[in-house]
């Protein structure tokens, strides 16, 4: 069996590298194709600023929050929950904030780009072999250093003085 990290060759029942002491106990496993997904098993909790700022996602989350304070006002005035209705004010702030926060970060976004347009974009693509542009009076250096040191170092004739 051959290492995934360095490519040294291991016997077969081996658990770790020779060479660099990697773990070698899952190789014939994974290559067999009966290594489980760890990932299918354990719940990925999604995170809320997943992305760029989104205007939709931010109404959405503002209008969740309205409807969550306009609920905890119900349950205010409602004979029974005069002693529980401040809990939903959590979630109802929660929410509004983030909406808020949302859309006020994607208007920053969309005025940093009307702002800067270039942002992001790239240089126009040169063509092969071409050079960028050189600065006036710039003057092209012989093309190896054995032509500089084989002349004669006369003034007159040597057309790169030092």
Not at 137 to 146: E, K, L, Q, R
Request: glycine share 10%; aromatic share 8%.
């Amino acid at each position: 069996m051959f290492c995934p990290n360095c490519g040294s060759q291991n016997a077969d029942g081996t658990a770790y590298c020779r060479t660099c002491g990697v773990n070698l106990s899952l190789v014939p496993q994974a290559l067999t194709g009966q290594l489980a997904d760890d990932r299918s098993s354990r719940r990925k909790r999604k995170r809320h600023n997943d992305g760029p700022p989104s205007l939709a996602r931010g109404m959405t989350q503002a209008f969740m929050g309205v409807g969550f304070f306009i609920v905890a006002l119900a349950i205010f005035f409602s004979p029974g929950g005069r002693g529980w209705w401040w809990a939903m004010l959590f979630p109802a702030f929660s929410l509004l904030g983030r909406g808020i926060a949302e859309i006020v970060s994607t208007q920053a976004a969309m005025r940093h780009l009307q702002n800067n347009p270039t942002t992001g974009a790239m240089p126009p693509r040169r063509q092969t072999g071409e050079l960028p542009p050189q600065p006036p009076g710039y003057v092209m250096p012989p093309p190896s250093v054995t032509e500089q040191t084989t002349r004669h170092l006369d003034p007159e004739k040597d057309r790169y003085p030092r």
